[in-house]
Structures are given as structure tokens and as C-alpha cells.
């Protein structure tokens, strides 16, 4: 069987040459560009992309939700124009998009399996991780956030994390991190097909985490799988840890999950990234 992490790379891979090695911010109103960030805990440098609302230089005393994306290089270019749209139409509010790259296209296949994954792989796993997830949770929460804080204006409540496949388990993992360590750093959380098979379910434990979990504050997750994706290694595994996280009944969190019936692994990301902030962000009827 092969475990949609493969089908991830291929994709990727394939579209190579047809991709620029650097994504950029939609536009030219409110894009701020891209720039490189070294951390010490990771040891290597991140290339983070920012797009800034329509409205950002006009509207000097207002201050913006933010939404950090992973797997910048393939997401960003997609999510950003998206975002544009939705929020010219009136489907999203005035939102800052920050993209968290690496310095080619090429490269992060690679090293995403070195940040998103926690604890180190199992030999069942067949992948090489070294699991430093944990890294690259405190140097976002510890180092990025508190960088695009003092850089841009931002509202400093209500940040959305979001990723798909290794991404979307990076964000289930962010979530147990911070919850075990009563240290929320974001409210919201989008998690697209994610790989729940590694580390034989490690994930597993998130519900019995959240029943524990301290505070008060409201706390989304949007949690889904496309429908054309692998019964047993993607459909099953995130229809069970959803009956497990309803059934926790955790306090403050909102809770939702979504199997896309027509959609493939790599068809799954955008539209639920869209959806998910959708109902984080609701307009006003």
C-alpha cells in the first residue's frame, strides 16, 4: 500500500518544473513580499511569505487577524489568491497571510519531513524523520510569531494555524503541544488530510489532551479528509480521532470535521483551508 505521504512527494515533484522556486504574495496592493528568518533551535532558515489585506496602508489603526500556512512553497501561491478574491467579494474580513517556506521548491519535500513530524519515526513508519516537530512548534510560537507581531500590525487573539498531509499533522500536533504546555498560541487550527498513520497514531492521545485543557478561551479545529483518499490509511483514521474528539467534549473547543466526498489527497488542502476560515472568520450576514 502506498501511505498518501508518497503520493504528496510525487505530486510535488512532478510540478517542479512547471513551479517558481519562491512563491510570491498576490498582487501588488497590500503584498509585503518575502524574507528569510534563521533558527537556533532548528539550526536552518525558514523563507516566510507575507500577504497583506487590500486595505492595510489605508487603514493605518487597524490591526488583523493572522493565518500562518505551511508548506509555503506549494500552499502559498494558491491560498493567497484565494484569500484576495474572498476578501474583494466580501467572503473573508481583511486577513494577513504568513507563509512558512523553505528556500526552493525542491528543498522542502525534504525538509518538511524533518519539521512536521513528531516524535522520530517508527521503522514501520519506512520514512527517515528524525522528529523535530517540537523544534519547529517553539520556533514558530517562540521566535515567528513574536517576529510578525513587532513587524506588522496584527490582532494578536485569534491566529489560525494551517496545513495539509504532514502539514495537517504538524497542526494537530501544534495543538497537543500548546495544550499540554497551557501555552496557546494560536485559537484556530486547520488540519487537510492529515498523516494520522505515523508513529503507529501517535496522534491518538489529542482528545484525552483536550479534556484537560485549562482554558477558557474558544479554541477551533477544522479537521478533514477528501473522500477519494485511502479508506484505511487516511478516511478511517481521521473518522475515528473526530468520534474520539467529540466524545471528549473539551471545554471552549469547537469542534468540526468534513470528509469532501469528491476530492483526492492533493485536491483537499485549498478548499478546506478556504472553508475552515470561512467559519474561524464569519462575516456578518
Same mark, same amino acid.
Given at each position: 500500500?502506498?501511505?498518501?505521504?508518497?503520493?504528496?512527494?510525487?505530486?510535488?515533484?512532478?510540478?517542479?518544473?512547471?513551479?517558481?522556486?519562491?512563491?510570491?504574495?498576490?498582487?501588488?496592493?497590500?503584498?509585503?513580499?518575502?524574507?528569510?528568518?534563521?533558527?537556533?533551535?532548528?539550526?536552518?532558515?525558514?523563507?516566510?511569505?507575507?500577504?497583506?489585506?487590500?486595505?492595510?496602508?489605508?487603514?493605518?489603526?487597524?490591526?488583523?487577524?493572522?493565518?500562518?500556512?505551511?508548506?509555503?512553497?506549494?500552499?502559498?501561491?494558491?491560498?493567497?489568491?484565494?484569500?484576495?478574491?474572498?476578501?474583494?467579494?466580501?467572503?473573508?474580513?481583511?486577513?494577513?497571510?504568513?507563509?512558512?517556506?523553505? $528556500?526552493?521548491?525542491?528543498?522542502?519535500?525534504?525538509?518538511?519531513? $524533518?519539521?512536521?513530524?513528531?516524535?522520530?519515526?517508527?521503522?514501520?513508519?519506512?520514512?527517515?524523520?528524525?522528529?523535530?516537530?517540537?523544534?519547529?512548534?517553539?520556533?514558530?510560537?517562540?521566535?515567528?510569531?513574536?517576529?510578525?507581531?513587532?513587524?506588522?500590525?496584527?490582532?494578536?487573539?485569534?491566529?489560525?494555524?494551517?496545513?495539509?498531509?504532514?502539514?495537517?499533522?504538524?497542526?494537530?500536533?501544534?495543538?497537543?503541544?500548546?495544550?499540554?504546555?497551557?501555552?496557546?498560541?494560536?485559537?484556530?487550527?486547520?488540519?487537510?488530510?492529515?498523516?494520522?498513520?505515523?508513529?503507529?497514531?501517535?496522534?491518538?492521545? !489529542?482528545?484525552?489532551? !483536550?479534556?484537560?485543557?485549562?482554558?477558557?478561551?474558544?479554541?477551533?479545529?477544522? !479537521?478533514?479528509?477528501?473522500?477519494?483518499?485511502?479508506?484505511?490509511?487516511?478516511?478511517?483514521?481521521?473518522?475515528?480521532?473526530?468520534?474520539?474528539?467529540?466524545?471528549?467534549?473539551?471545554?471552549?473547543?469547537?469542534?468540526?470535521?468534513?470528509?469532501?466526498?469528491?476530492?483526492?489527497?492533493?485536491?483537499?488542502?485549498?478548499?478546506?483551508?478556504?472553508?475552515? !476560515?470561512?467559519?474561524?472568520?464569519?462575516?456578518?450576514?
Amino acid at each position: 500500500m502506498v501511505k498518501p505521504f508518497l503520493v504528496f512527494a510525487v505530486c510535488m515533484l512532478a510540478t517542479i518544473p512547471k513551479m517558481e522556486a519562491q512563491p510570491r504574495a498576490s498582487g501588488t496592493e497590500g503584498a509585503a513580499g518575502r524574507f528569510s528568518i534563521y533558527s537556533s533551535l532548528v539550526q536552518d532558515s525558514f523563507f516566510i511569505s507575507v500577504q497583506l489585506p487590500p486595505n492595510y496602508a489605508k487603514d493605518k489603526g487597524a490591526r488583523f487577524p493572522v493565518v500562518y500556512l505551511l508548506d509555503a512553497n506549494f500552499h502559498f501561491p494558491m491560498l493567497a489568491a484565494s484569500i484576495r478574491q474572498y476578501e474583494l467579494a466580501g467572503l473573508l474580513p481583511s486577513l494577513i497571510l504568513v507563509g512558512i517556506g523553505y $528556500r526552493s521548491f525542491q528543498q522542502m519535500d525534504s525538509l518538511r519531513v $524533518r519539521d512536521y513530524l513528531y516524535p522520530k519515526a517508527l521503522p514501520s513508519d519506512e520514512i527517515n524523520a528524525t522528529g523535530g516537530g517540537q523544534r519547529f512548534s517553539r520556533f514558530i510560537s517562540g521566535q515567528l510569531i513574536p517576529l510578525i507581531d513587532g513587524k506588522y500590525r496584527t490582532l494578536q487573539v485569534g491566529r489560525t494555524l494551517a496545513g495539509h498531509s504532514f502539514g495537517g499533522y504538524f497542526a494537530l500536533y501544534a495543538l497537543l503541544d500548546q495544550t499540554q504546555r497551557n501555552q496557546p498560541a494560536f485559537s484556530n487550527f486547520v488540519s487537510a488530510s492529515p498523516s494520522l498513520w505515523y508513529n503507529h497514531f501517535y496522534l491518538d492521545r !489529542l482528545s484525552d489532551t !483536550l479534556k484537560l485543557r485549562k482554558s477558557l478561551d474558544t479554541l477551533n479545529l477544522y !479537521l478533514s479528509v477528501g473522500g477519494l483518499e485511502d479508506s484505511a490509511w487516511s478516511i478511517a483514521p481521521v473518522k475515528k480521532l473526530s468520534e474520539r474528539i467529540e466524545q471528549a467534549n473539551a471545554q471552549g473547543l469547537v469542534f468540526q470535521y468534513k470528509i469532501f466526498s469528491d476530492l483526492g489527497h492533493m485536491d483537499n488542502a485549498t478548499i478546506t483551508f478556504l472553508k475552515a !476560515l470561512q467559519i474561524f472568520y464569519k462575516m456578518p450576514e
